[in-house]
Structure formats: structure tokens, C-alpha cells
T-cell receptor
Framework: GAVVSQHPSWVICKSGTSVKIECRSL??????MFWYRQFPKQSLMLMAT?????????EQGVEKDKFLINHASLTLSTLTVTSAHPEDSSFYICSAADNSGNTIYFGEGSWLTVV | GDSVTQMEGPVTLSEEAFLTINCTYTATGYPSLFWYVQYPGEGLQLLLKATKADDKGSNKGFEATYRKETTSFHLEKGSVQVSDSAVYFC?????????????FGDGTTLTVKP
């Protein structure tokens, strides 16, 4: 069935560097994907809506210059955390709905640790 | 906007006990409702879902019924096991207003003791 795949699953980076996380829809095309962040022992909070071929829509309080989202194709959205700091350490997860809109698929998630 | 209110945890039960985790929602449209489970150090797994009023979602002994009159989607299991220990999230997605965007409750941590 349809699957959304995220990569990498785990990443450790140094403070001040940038890290890219990929989200791919494997069996369907996704004009819209969503990026969420989950801090330890907290819920998932929507960061932004990724729109294929256009700018992402960011939720209030999310810095668009820090969390760069690119949705260049119908099967790939990327989230780049720029100039990462330890407070950016979190679990990042993407999702996409299939073409019917009835089923939502989540990626496996990416654990980011900034040291 | 849309919101999900979930029963606060943590919840600790003995094996074979009955489980209920309450979930209520607020939505302007006609949402689909979901329960997700997250095991320690892992991502989200869809547990069950219901897409319209009076639908019952079920999986692995868990059940939840979409109650439009009470805007609720309570999760139940008749006999929990130690392996059910995890964090459970109630969520909604309104296909008509924003296809695929999910709103999550705060999560309820369940611990089942042998």
C-alpha cells in the first residue's frame, strides 16, 4: 500500500550546521505534505504545510528562514533545519494524504540531536 | 479552529483490566477521527480510524466509535496487555477544509503492569 518514507531516521549534527530531512511518498503523488515536530513527552505540533511547486505555509511561531521547506516534486518534500541549535533537537515527522484524501500516511519520523 | 482534547494521563492499569481513554473534539467541518499509538523511541502507528458519524474503528482489540452528538471518540479495550504500554494520541483531520492536515491531542501515556 501507499507509504511515506522519511530519511534519515536519526541524525546528530553540530550546533550551527544545517541538516536536511527528506519525506517521500512512495506509491502516490502528494501535492501537499505536512511537517510536524514533537518535543519529548509532548504532542505533535504542525510546523508547516508543504505545497508542491509553491511556498510552504508556516504555522504561527515557526521561523520560515530557519526551517526551510522545499516541495520540488510530487513525491518529495524536504525540511532543512538551518543553523541548528540544541533547542532544535526534536522528533520531526511528515505526513501526506493519498489522492482520495481519505487516508493519511505518516513517515517513520526523524530524530534530530544537535550537539 | 479544530482542536482535540484528550484525557490526561498517565494511566496505569493491571494486565487484563478495562481501558478507556477519553477524547473529544471541536471541528468546523466533517472530520475523520484517528487514534495513533507511539511506542518508546518510535514513530506513529495508526491504531484505528473512523471517517463518519456512528462509524466504529477497531484494531487489535481496541475500539472507538465516532459520536457526533457528543463530539467524542473514546478509545476502549476490554483487556489490556503489558505490550499495550505506549502513548496514545487522538487526532482529527478534516478532509474538506484541509486534506491531510492533522490536529492531535496531548497524548495519554498508558502503562500496563503484569
Amino acid at each position: 500500500g501507499a507509504v511515506v518514507s522519511q530519511h534519515p531516521s536519526w541524525v546528530i549534527c553540530k550546533s550551527g550546521t544545517s541538516v536536511k530531512i527528506e519525506c517521500r511518498s512512495l506509491d502516490f503523488q502528494a501535492t501537499t505534505m505536512f511537517w510536524y515536530r514533537q518535543f519529548p513527552k509532548q504532542s505533535l505540533m504542525l510546523m508547516a504545510t508543504s505545497n508542491e511547486g509553491s511556498k510552504a505555509t508556516y504555522e504561527q511561531g515557526v521561523e520560515k528562514d530557519k526551517f526551510l521547506i522545499n516541495h520540488a516534486s510530487l513525491t518529495l518534500s524536504t525540511l532543512t533545519v538551518t543553523s541548528a541549535h540544541p533547542e532544535d533537537s526534536s522528533f520531526y515527522i511528515c505526513s501526506a494524504a493519498d489522492n482520495s484524501g481519505n487516508t493519511i500516511y505518516f513517515g517513520e519520523g526523524s530524530w534530530l540531536t544537535v550537539v | 479552529g479544530d482542536s482535540v482534547t484528550q484525557m490526561e494521563g498517565p494511566v496505569t492499569l493491571s494486565e487484563e483490566a478495562f481501558l478507556t481513554i477519553n477524547c473529544t473534539y471541536t471541528a468546523t467541518g466533517y472530520p475523520s477521527l484517528f487514534w495513533y499509538v507511539q511506542y518508546p523511541g518510535e514513530g506513529l502507528q495508526l491504531l484505528l480510524k473512523a471517517t463518519k458519524a456512528d462509524d466504529k474503528g477497531s484494531n487489535k482489540g481496541f475500539e472507538a466509535t465516532y459520536r457526533k452528538e457528543t463530539t467524542s471518540f473514546h478509545l476502549e479495550k476490554g483487556s489490556v496487555q503489558v505490550s499495550d504500554s505506549a502513548v496514545y494520541f487522538c487526532a482529527l483531520s478534516d478532509r474538506q477544509t484541509n486534506a491531510g492536515k492533522s490536529t492531535f491531542g496531548d497524548g495519554t501515556t498508558l502503562t500496563v503492569k503484569p
